[in-house]
């Protein structure tokens, strides 16, 4: 196993190897997690991902891997994985990746791979690439090309998954320009309009793009019957659930204990294998994450510790990761290498055991093999 670093993703040069074995249910755990959220790419960069998922217990993951390298991922991690339907990102024509474009992923993924989820990327980036008369047809989560992505895959027998939002230190930030990204609670108008048009099971990835209202959240469940909830973003989760009471994180996640999966959001390539020139860091914030086998492991390791400890455990501590929106937000108080509080929840064995495996289970496999039913 690597031997521990001082690295953003391992800040107090911890044994992730050998906390892994330490969690208060390691045993118990082994081998069951699904982590319904992840991003793997890359032959090496995935070996590496599947020695720190066996680790930390989890036995199979959703992964939204680029259309061209699911053979590539499959190779590797064989039964272990299933694939989420994706835009192709890289296309410079936005219009075409999240239009028609998309429509032809569906279709490949769901024949050719068979993956039963869609993903509706609609986070406030997309107001970036377009501007024009149309816009709203490719911004909106209820505009044209969205609803015609729905309409296919529900037609092929899939399910959606949205990334829906964004931080709040993101807005605070980044989207400064109201006319442009508008507030963050307008960006939930059409995805409350889809949740009614089509009764499929949907998650909202990254504790529903605002892990820092729990009110909010308990709303759209209250809502709607058929949303769940990722644990997904690692750094964004545990940076604002920490910022909760454990009493108010405790009741939030027994109330909702049916109704959230665990994620990571984690993103594997090979280009984090390996050190970058002057020129090439900064070309992939993904890439620039990582320069080393060794880092690369902890930059996945990670994430799984974190969220572990979080809902395992009892007490504060800082958090292992470096967490770079804490400078962004408060510049005089922080620097890249500052981290948030993690919070230990300490939820009980039944409840980690429906957010580990028995909610994906029950409702992502339950899709899969046509036993779904909603809330």
Same mark, same amino acid.
């Given at each position: 196993?690597?031997t521990?670093t001082t690295?953003?993703? @391992?800040l107090h #040069?911890?044994?992730y190897?050998?906390?892994?074995a330490?969690l208060p249910? &390691?045993r118990?755990?082994n +081998?069951?997690?699904?982590d319904?959220?992840?991003?793997i790419h890359g032959?090496?960069?995935t070996?590496?991902?599947?020695?720190? &998922?066996?680790l930390?217990?989890?036995r199979?993951t959703?992964?939204q891997?680029?259309?061209?390298?699911v053979p590539?991922v499959?190779?590797?991690?064989?039964?272990?994985?299933?694939f989420?339907?994706?835009p192709?990102?890289?296309l410079?024509d936005?219009?075409?990746?999240f239009?028609?474009?998309?429509?032809?992923?569906?279709?490949?993924f769901r024949?050719?791979?068979?993956a039963?989820?869609?993903k509706? /990327?609609?986070a406030p980036?997309t107001?970036? /690439?377009?501007?024009g008369p149309?816009?709203?047809?490719y911004?909106?989560?209820?505009?044209?090309?969205?609803?015609? #992505?729905?309409?296919? #895959?529900?037609?092929?027998g899939?399910?959606i998954?949205?990334?829906?939002?964004?931080?709040?230190?993101?807005?605070k930030?980044?989207?400064?320009d109201?006319?442009?990204?508008g507030?963050?609670?307008?960006?939930?108008? =059409?995805?409350?309009v889809?949740?009614?048009?089509?009764?499929?099971?949907w998650?909202?990835?990254h504790m529903?793009? @605002?892990p820092?209202?729990?009110n909010?959240?308990?709303g759209l469940?209250?809502?709607?019957?058929?949303l769940y909830?990722d644990?997904?973003?690692?750094k964004?989760?545990?940076?604002?659930? +920490?910022k909760?009471?454990?009493e108010?994180l405790?009741?939030?996640?027994?109330k /909702?204990?049916d109704?959230?999966f665990f =994620?990571?959001?984690i993103?594997?390539m090979?280009?984090?294998l390996?050190k970058?020139?002057p020129?090439?860091?900064?070309?992939?914030?993904?890439s620039d994450?990582?320069?080393s086998?060794?880092?690369a492991f902890?930059?996945?390791?990670?994430r799984?510790?974190?969220l572990?400890?979080?809902?395992e455990?009892? =007490?504060?501590r800082?958090s292992?990761i &470096?967490?770079?929106d804490l400078?962004m937000?408060?510049?005089d108080k922080?620097t890249?290498?500052s981290?948030?509080?993690?919070?230990?929840?300490?939820?009980?064995?039944?409840v980690?055991?429906?957010?580990?495996?028995?909610?994906?289970?029950?409702v992502?496999?339950?899709?899969?093999n +046509?036993? /779904?039913k909603p809330?």
């Amino acid at each position: 196993m690597p031997t521990p670093t001082t690295s953003p993703h @391992n800040l107090h #040069a911890l044994d992730y190897v050998a906390l892994a074995a330490a969690l208060p249910h &390691a045993r118990a755990f082994n +081998g069951r997690i699904i982590d319904v959220h992840s991003h793997i790419h890359g032959k090496e960069a995935t070996r590496i991902y599947e020695t720190a &998922a066996r680790l930390f217990g989890v036995r199979l993951t959703y992964s939204q891997t680029r259309l061209t390298e699911v053979p590539t991922v499959r190779e590797v991690l064989k039964d272990s994985v299933r694939f989420v339907a994706i835009p192709n990102f890289s296309l410079p024509d936005k219009a075409h990746a999240f239009g028609p474009g998309y429509l032809d992923s569906i279709r490949a993924f769901r024949e050719e791979h068979g993956a039963k989820m869609i993903k509706l /990327w609609n986070a406030p980036r997309t107001r970036e /690439w377009f501007t024009g008369p149309d816009r709203d047809d490719y911004i909106e989560l209820d505009g044209k090309w969205r609803v015609a #992505a729905a309409e296919l #895959a529900v037609s092929l027998g899939m399910m959606i998954k949205t990334h829906t939002a964004d931080p709040d230190t993101w807005f605070k930030a980044k989207y400064t320009d109201r006319a442009k990204y508008g507030v963050k609670k307008e960006h939930y108008r =059409g995805l409350e309009v889809m949740l009614k048009r089509f009764p499929v099971p949907w998650i909202a990835a990254h504790m529903g793009g @605002n892990p820092e209202d729990l009110n909010f959240l308990s709303g759209l469940l209250e809502r709607h019957p058929n949303l769940y909830l990722d644990t997904s973003a690692t750094k964004w989760v545990v940076r604002e659930l +920490g910022k909760h009471p454990r009493e108010e994180l405790l009741a939030f996640f027994e109330k /909702w204990q049916d109704r959230i999966f665990f =994620g990571s959001d984690i993103v594997t390539m090979d280009d984090q294998l390996t050190k970058k020139t002057p020129d090439q860091q900064r070309m992939s914030p993904m890439s620039d994450l990582s320069d080393s086998p060794e880092t690369a492991f902890e930059l996945y390791a990670s994430r799984y510790f974190a969220l572990r400890t979080m809902f395992e455990t009892v =007490g504060d501590r800082e958090s292992p990761i &470096a967490d770079p929106d804490l400078k962004m937000v408060e510049p005089d108080k922080h620097t890249d290498l500052s981290s948030p509080t993690l919070r230990g929840i300490g939820l009980s064995e039944p409840v980690l055991r429906k957010i580990y495996y028995e909610n994906v289970q029950r409702v992502v496999i339950g899709w899969e093999n +046509g036993t /779904w039913k909603p809330a």
